[in-house]
C-alpha cells in the first residue's frame, strides 16, 4: 500500500505537467552536475555480483564498492521479468546460455516490481538506503524500446505494443514486441514509472538503447523528471547527438571504449572497432567521432560490462582472463584520466577473470559458478588492482585538472602502441601516457611538451625519461606528470 500511493503521487506529477502545455527544450549547454563529472560508476549485474544473486548479498559488498573510490553505483534491471517460454520470443543469446529460462533482465513483464529472485521491495530500498548512506548515489537501467510479451503495459494501455501492417506485433532484433512510444498513454506510463523509481531512491537512468527511442520521448522523460529532481541524470546507451543535445548528460563512447579494448586484447579485436587497424587509425576514429559533438559532452567509458563480459561476446577472451593485470592497468590509466565518465564493471577492480553470464538465473546452480571471483581480491593481481583504481578513482573525483579541465590528444607515441593526452586547466598542463602494448616502446614527444625534471611523476611504472627526452615504456608502462608547459596540440616532431 505503501508503494503504491507514492506511485499515486507520480502519477498526479506527470498528468499536471503534461496538461501544462509543451516540453521546453534543454539547452545543448545544460551545466552537468558537478558531482557527475567527478563522479566513478560502478556497474553491478545482480546475477553475477555474489554467489546468492540478491539485493541483500549486494548490500553487503557496498563497503567494498565505495572503498574503491566509487560515487555512483547503477544496477541492470531488476524489475520483474517475463516467464514467457515461446522460445520464438527468446533473443538469440538467452537460448544459446544454455539456461533454458524465459526469464531475461531486458524482457520486462513489470516495469514497477522487483523481480522476486532478488528479493522484495523492501530488500530494493535497504540495498539504496545503504548505498546513499555510504555516499554513492544510485542509477537504475531503463528498458524503453521493448519488453515481454505478457508485460503488464499491454492490460493498462491498449495501444501498448507496435503493429505490423498485418496487425501482428512488431519486435526488435531482440525478438522482443516494440514499445509504442508513439502512443500518450505509453508515454505517460513510462514516465510514472520512472518517477516511482526516483521516489524510491534512484538519482539517474541508464537508457538502454536510447537511440531506438525517439527523441522526443527522452527530452520529455528528462524534463519531467527534472522537475522533480533538478540534477537527475540520463546516460544514453547510444551516440545520437541530437539526443545528447536535447536530454542526455552522458552518452557512449564505443569508438573509444571498443577500440582500445579490441587493441589491448587480441583475441577480441576481429569484433571491435580494432580490426584491423593500427593504434593511429583506431585513435583517429575516436577523435573524428568525438569532434562531432559538444566540447562538453561527457562520455561513458569502459573496458567492460555485461554485454562484453558474458559470452554472446568477449566470454572465455575477456582481457583479465587471457592477459596479464598490466594490461587492463594501462588500459585502465587512459580511461579514468581522459575526459569522460569512467565505468568499472562487476569486479574489475580486483582484475576479476570469472566468465559470467547475466541469461542465468539465481536458482539455477550453473549460475553461482559464473558469478564475481572475490577471492582475487586477496591475490596480489587483484590487489595491484585495486590499488590503482583507488588512486585513479582518487585523481578523477578530487583533481579539477582530471574532472574539469579540457583535453587535447597528442600523436607521437601511436606509431610505438603508446596513447597520450594533456589535461589543461588554468596555468596547468599533465600529460598521461600509457603503452598498451606487449613489447617496449620509446618514442620523442612533440616539442611542445616541456618536462620539468624537477617534478615527481603523480602516477608511474615502467616509465623512464631519458637524458636524450626520448620516452621509454616497459610493456604496458604508463605514465601521469605535471608539466613545465605545454604550447599547442599539434605534431612538430622534427
Not at 567494498?64 to 520470443?89: I, N, Q, W
Request: net charge neutral; charged share 25%.
Amino acid at each position: 500500500m505503501k508503494t503504491t500511493s507514492i506511485k499515486s503521487r507520480c502519477c498526479m506529477l506527470v498528468a499536471l505537467a503534461l496538461a501544462a502545455g509543451a516540453i521546453p527544450s534543454i539547452a545543448a549547454d545544460r551545466p552537468l552536475p558537478e558531482w557527475l563529472k567527478r563522479a566513478t560508476v560502478y556497474q553491478i549485474v545482480l546475477r553475477n555480483f555474489t554467489r546468492e544473486g540478491t539485493f541483500k548479498a549486494a548490500e553487503a559488498m557496498l563497503p567494498h564498492v565505495r572503498s574503491a573510490g566509487v560515487d555512483v553505483v547503477y544496477l541492470s534491471p531488476f524489475v520483474e521479468m517475463d516467464t514467457d517460454m515461446d522460445k520464438s520470443g527468446w533473443s538469440n543469446a538467452q537460448k544459446r546460455s544454455g539456461f533454458n529460462s524465459p526469464k531475461n533482465p531486458y524482457r520486462v513483464m513489470d516495469f514497477n516490481k522487483v523481480d522476486p529472485e532478488y528479493g522484495t521491495f523492501d530488500d530494493w530500498m535497504s540495498f539504496q538506503k545503504k548505498a546513499h548512506a555510504l555516499g554513492m548515489k544510485v542509477f537504475l537501467d531503463i528498458v524503453y524500446v521493448h519488453c515481454g510479451p505478457n508485460c503488464t503495459i499491454k492490460d493498462a494501455v491498449p495501444d501498448a505494443f507496435q503493429r505490423n501492417e498485418d496487425g501482428t506485433v512488431k519486435t526488435t532484433r531482440w525478438k522482443f514486441p516494440y514499445v509504442n512510444i508513439a502512443s500518450p498513454a505509453v508515454r505517460k506510463y513510462l514516465i510514472d514509472s520512472t518517477l516511482f523509481w526516483m521516489a524510491n531512491g534512484a538519482d539517474g537512468f541508464r537508457c538502454d538503447s536510447g537511440d531506438l527511442v525517439p527523441v522526443d520521448f527522452w527530452e520529455e522523460l528528462a524534463h519531467e523528471c527534472r522537475k522533480v529532481k533538478e540534477d537527475a541524470v540520463f546516460i544514453n546507451e547510444g551516440a545520437g547527438i541530437e539526443a545528447m543535445q536535447k536530454a542526455f548528460d552522458a552518452n557512449y563512447g564505443w569508438p573509444w571504449s571498443s577500440g582500445i579494448r579490441g587493441f589491448v586484447n587480441k583475441k577480441v579485436a576481429m569484433r571491435t572497432h580494432a580490426k584491423n587497424k593500427s593504434l593511429g587509425e583506431i585513435m583517429d576514429r575516436m577523435r573524428a567521432s568525438e569532434a562531432k559533438y559538444p566540447a562538453n559532452t561527457l562520455r561513458f567509458v569502459m573496458m567492460d560490462n555485461h554485454d562484453l563480459a558474458s559470452p554472446k561476446t568477449d566470454g572465455d577472451d575477456r582481457f583479465d582472463r587471457v592477459l596479464p593485470v598490466e594490461a587492463g592497468n594501462a588500459a585502465f590509466v587512459l580511461m579514468f584520466l581522459r575526459r569522460g565518465l569512467p565505468l568499472l564493471y562487476n569486479g574489475n577492480e580486483i582484475a576479476d577473470p570469472a566468465l559470467t553470464d547475466f541469461f542465468g538465473p539465481v536458482g539455477d546452480w550453473k549460475r553461482a559458478w559464473k558469478t564475481v571471483d572475490w577471492g582475487r581480491a586477496l591475490q596480489s593481481d587483484g590487489q595491484k588492482r585495486l590499488s590503482l583504481i583507488r588512486r585513479l578513482a582518487e585523481l578523477h573525483h578530487d583533481d579539477p585538472v582530471f574532472w574539469d579541465g579540457s583535453q587535447e590528444w597528442l600523436k607521437a607515441g601511436e606509431g610505438v602502441n603508446v596513447v597520450s593526452f594533456v589535461r589543461r586547466q588554468g596555468n596547468r598542463a599533465v600529460f598521461v601516457a600509457a603503452n598498451l602494448g606487449n613489447t617496449s616502446a620509446a618514442y620523442t614527444p612533440e616539442t611542445s611538451v616541456r618536462f620539468d625534471d624537477s617534478m615527481h611523476p603523480i602516477l608511474s611504472e615502467g616509465f623512464e625519461r631519458r637524458a636524450d627526452g626520448t620516452l621509454a615504456f616497459a610493456p604496458y608502462g604508463y605514465v601521469t606528470v605535471e608539466l613545465a608547459g605545454y604550447e599547442t596540440a599539434r605534431d612538430d616532431r622534427p
